[in-house]
């Protein structure tokens, strides 16, 4: 069993930046790859960020502007740089077990946080 608790949520203008930050707790949790998601309102949860030990991964949307760095207590942060009103969200922290070869899909991911809402106004 993995617990995840996400931080750092709120509200910010275009052009500025926020860090996420994701508690990772439970047994093994080290094993786990871990990642970001996010839900628009009327729209599917899609990939934002993951990190195994060795490897980051990004989407094309974010890459340049997000930073996901995981340290040795296994808090997986999320730095959210030149924000537009479409990253607008609820951001969601997940771990998935086992490779990280399917770090896109969702339904990969074996454990869920409660969520943290992003807004981003022009």
């Known amino acids: 069993q993995v617990q995840l608790v996400e931080s750092g949520g709120g509200r910010v203008q275009a052009g500025g930046s926020l860090t996420l930050s994701c508690a990772a707790s439970?047994?093994?949790?080290?094993?786990?790859?871990l990642g970001w998601f996010r839900q628009a309102p009327g729209k599917e949860r899609e990939f934002v960020a993951a990190?195994?030990?060795?490897?980051t991964y990004y989407s094309d949307s974010v890459r340049g502007r997000f930073t996901i760095s995981r340290d040795s207590t296994n808090t997986v942060d999320l730095r959210m740089n030149t924000l537009k009103t479409e990253d607008t969200a609820i951001y969601y922290c997940?771990?998935?077990?086992?490779?990280?070869?399917?770090?896109?899909?969702?339904?990969?991911?074996?454990?869920w946080g409660q969520g943290t809402q992003v807004t981003v106004s022009s």
């Open positions: 997940a771990a998935m077990r086992g490779s990280a070869d399917y770090y896109r899909l969702a339904n990969k991911y074996n454990y």
């Open positions: 439970g047994s093994n949790v080290a094993a786990y790859t």
């Open positions: 990190a195994s030990w060795t490897t």
